[in-house]
């Protein structure tokens, strides 16, 4: 009988975009953009046959979401109210690909901070929201573009495609299937993002981030032991993104609505927060422990009004910064990558001893948790 290992994510990578877009050049933009839609259809908004567009402002971003900045790989499309979408160029097949070049960054950052080279991964699972190609597989190119010897898949459970995928590394170290395993999460949020949507034009930011889930008796000091992994889904249509590649057969347009991200945001948040609280509560429990024993809790970065909702019904109290970090009022919304933003800014404090839950939420619906203790 094979002997199972114990299993610790030894670090994480960040890759940041360029460019910065703020709210109030967000809302510059929407605002002119509404204008030109309004004054294009002044005489159907007279008549009463079609509705004027609102405005936005900073205000109602911010109380909304609790986002201020957001990060993006190319800025001059988005900001253009005659294009209000990212200008990407075609690359050729022999060019390295935009989400794989990215990838490449952050896994390079994670192996740097790990003490670890390309020799010492077997794996790679690029795991994100959206992936930029139907094949091959980002995670093969990726792979090939680090120097990693061994297998490469991709995966997408939306949101909660980081943690997901550190459940699939896990279980592949645990059982000696490879000695390490690097998750990438490269999201290209922008691309998919209905900027021209008032209710959801702030949501989304671009960025990428990586985790080296390897053998324990391999990683260095002071790595967070991986104490169990748990996932749950449930089928939800209020998160919704219908593009793929049968739009095509259909003959649809991508420019229709349901052809990028949409949300019925007031029910995600009445069904996700309970189940999130109760999964990591669930999750704890089955490892000993207590919300209370625990010493910080990185959570999916939607929304602020979700994140305190999670953390308020798990310790029974108004949760304080140092107890669940918030980063997306610099990133925005950034896909499954949030989480392990929050756990790559906010971990260094935390000493020998100290548990924490990395967990993700989102479309499907799909939870995923991950509870680590510091060695």
Known sequence: MSTLHRVAISATGIYIPPHVITNAELVDTFNRFADLQNAAHAAEISAGTSTAIPHSSTEFIEKASGIQNRYVLEKSGVLDPTRMRPRFQKRADEALSLMAEIGVAAAQDALQRAGKTAADVDAVICSSANMQRASPAMAIEIQNALGIQGFGFDMNVACSSATFGIEMATNMVKSGA??????????????????????????????????????????????FEILGTKCFTQFSNNIRNNFGFMSHAEDRDVNDRDQLFYQE???????????????????????????????????????????QFVTRKLLGRDPNPDEAPIILDEFANTASAGSIIAFHRHH????????????????????????????
Not at 189 to 214: M, N, P, Q, Y
Not at 271 to 279: Q, T
Not at 362 to 372: E, L, P, Q
């Open 178 to 223: 490879a000695r390490a395993v690097m998750v990438i999460n490269p999201e290209i949020t922008s691309a998919h993002l209905a900027w021209k949507d008032r209710d959801c034009h702030f949501i989304f930011g671009d960025v990428c981030t990586a985790i080296l889930v390897e053998r324990l008796d391999l990683a260095p000091l002071g790595a």
């Open 265 to 307: 945001g007031r029910k995600v948040f009445k069904d996700v927060c309970p189940l999130a609280a109760e999964h990591i509560s669930t999750h704890l429990a089955h490892h000993g422990y207590t919300p209370q024993q625990t010493r910080r809790f990185w959570l999916h970065q939607a929304n602020i009004n979700m994140n």
């Open 348 to 375: 260094d404090d935390i000493v020998a001893g100290d548990v924490g839950v990395i967990c993700s939420f989102g479309a499907g619906y799909s939870i995923g948790s991950v509870v680590v203790k510091r060695t």
